[in-house]
């Protein structure tokens, strides 16, 4: 069944899956420090941070390990593809904002929003405002599977416009399987936005062999699942339940007879 909360009162009120903005439970069987450690030094140095990656290279779960480790509040909006919408979308973020800072948005950004909102620019200039104005504590911000809404009109110039202007103590995160349209390449320069791809996302032989006998199995079965995945992280769980799996049919079969 699904759980809804109202993001406003009147004929514009919104209902909302408010587990779209949770934190999902963790689901991996080992800390990956050396991701960590990327994402906690561009938390430091950077204002904003995207991992790239196709399906299953393990983002979702490297944004929730690195929310939960990174000692901030975090504000999480999960998209779906008919968040395009300019309303809806802001209706999920707003009010996973406002989890953490309840009067977010509502001096000059809901007024904004209920009114004529071609302006994106003048948009993300109240976000940020917003931002500065609910000043609190440092907060995360994460927003997940972006790519599903890149085709919406309002995506390209709101977020090139926004990411620039974020205070110090909010730094947003942003998981896609593509790069953003737009134009980012500026704040690479300037080292005010950190990307971690999917090549980073890899696991390596060593993290392999720790995640496998986390669980029972062997460095060998890690060296040749690795190869077989290439390091994809879903590939490489996928591996490890299926040896999981087979080994306990195995004890159960001898267990038997």
């Known amino acids: 069944m699904l759980i809804v909360e ?32 990327l ?20 983002k979702t779960t490297l944004a929730g390990d690195f929310a939960r480790d990174s000692g ?5 909006y999960k998209v779906d593809a008919p968040d395009g919408d300019l309303q809806v979308f802001f209706g999920y973020l707003i009010a996973s904002i406002k ?32 931002l500065v104005e609910t000043d609190g504590e440092p907060l995360l911000i994460v927003i997940e599977d972006l790519h599903l809404v890149y085709d919406a009109p309002w995506v390209v110039s709101f977020f090139s416009r926004l990411l620039p202007l974020l205070p110090s103590g909010v730094h947003v995160i942003i998981t896609s399987r593509t790069m ?34 986390s669980v ?6 890690a060296t040749i699942a690795l190869d077989h995945t290439h390091g994809r992280a879903g590939a490489l769980h996928f591996c490890a339940d299926s040896l999981t799996t087979e080994r306990q049919k195995l004890l159960d079969g001898a267990a038997a007879v």
């Open 180 to 213: 953003p349209p737009a134009p980012l390449w500026r704040m690479r320069s300037k080292q005010s936005l950190c990307v971690v791809d999917e090549a980073e996302l890899a696991f390596t032989r060593q993290e392999a062999i720790e995640f496998f006998e």
């Open 6 to 37: 109202l993001t406003s009162q009147g004929p514009s009120a919104m209902q909302l899956i408010i587990e779209k903005i949770l934190l999902p439970p963790p689901i991996t069987h080992i800390s990956r420090p050396r991701l960590l450690g």
């Open 216 to 221: 029972g199995l062997s460095c060998e079965q």
């Open 72 to 76: 901030r509040p975090t504000a999480w």
């Open 99 to 130: 989890r953490h800072r309840p009067t977010f948005g509502l001096r000059n950004l809901q007024p904004i929003l209920n009114g004529n909102y071609d302006e994106i620019p003048l948009l993300a200039d109240a976000f940020a405002f917003e």
């Open 39 to 58: 994402l906690h030094e561009s938390l430091k140095s950077c204002c904003s941070t995207i991992i790239n990656g196709r399906a299953g290279a393990g």
